[in-house]
């Protein structure tokens, strides 16, 4: 089992919807999770990070941590297309170390 | 700031053939990392470094080597290239404030083997 999964997609979506971008995670012990956006040939950017479990909002975008069912979600209200991109979920493991999921490609149609 | 900058944006290698992919950073960050993506095997650790002069293995270290002379310049030698090694290399940097969970990316590296 992968320590982190995530789906690839495509997931498609119209101008304004909602969208739910999710992971699951293997180990208990993780305490910091981490959204990255990536546009197609650039380097991934952090958008947010959480720490433990609970809800951080910054603009559009909140980011879910679940830690009973290990789950985690990045929610993007009021999606624009400027908004299409790939999108990691990440893990600190501790010792230096992050763990990515395989990411999300997102296409928000005009 | 330029931030994290990596060259060259793209290389074609021959199998055998030896090259170093350059990663410079301006943050003063202690920790860099060097990471391969691969279509749908998300990022994967190669080496990472924690300051001048120390660096350690990650998940997929073999055929790369490594150093860190200085704080800003963390350069990735491939000694043999193999066509596996064809994939998109991105350096990161972190700061120990933040105990490395912000990690800071470059535009990438774009290499193929043939």
């Known amino acids: 089992q992968k320590e982190v999964e995530q789906d690839p997609g495509p997931l498609s979506v119209p101008e304004g919807a909602i969208v739910s971008l999710n992971c699951t995670y293997s180990?208990?012990?993780?305490?910091?999770f981490m959204w990255y956006r990536q546009y197609s040939r650039k380097g991934p950017e952090l958008l947010m990070y959480t720490y433990s479990s609970g809800n951080k909002e910054d603009g559009r975008f909140t980011a879910q941590v679940d830690k009973s069912s290990k789950y985690i979600s990045l929610f993007i209200r009021d999606s624009q297309p400027s908004d299409s991109a790939t999108y990691l979920c990440a893990i600190y493991t501790g010792g230096f170390k992050t763990i990515f999921g395989a990411g999300t490609r997102l296409f928000v149609k005009a | 700031n330029a931030g994290v900058t990596q060259t060259p944006k793209f290389q074609v290698l021959k199998t055998g053939q030896s090259m170093t992919l350059q990663c410079a950073q301006d943050?003063?960050?202690?920790?860099m990392s060097w990471y391969r993506q691969d279509p749908g095997m998300g990022l994967r650790l190669i080496h990472y470094?924690?300051?001048?002069?120390?660096?350690d293995q990650g998940e997929v270290p073999n055929g790369y080597n490594v150093s860190r002379s200085t704080t800003e310049d963390f350069p990735l030698r491939l000694l043999s290239a193999a066509p596996s090694q064809t994939s998109v290399y991105f350096c990161?940097?972190?700061?120990?404030?933040?105990?490395?969970?912000?990690?800071?990316f470059g535009p990438g590296t774009r290499l193929t083997v043939t």
């Open positions: 470094s924690v300051g001048a002069g120390i660096t």
């Open positions: 180990n208990s012990a993780f305490q910091y």
């Open positions: 990161a940097s972190s700061s120990a404030r933040g105990e490395g969970v912000e990690q800071y």
């Open positions: 943050m003063n960050h202690e920790y």
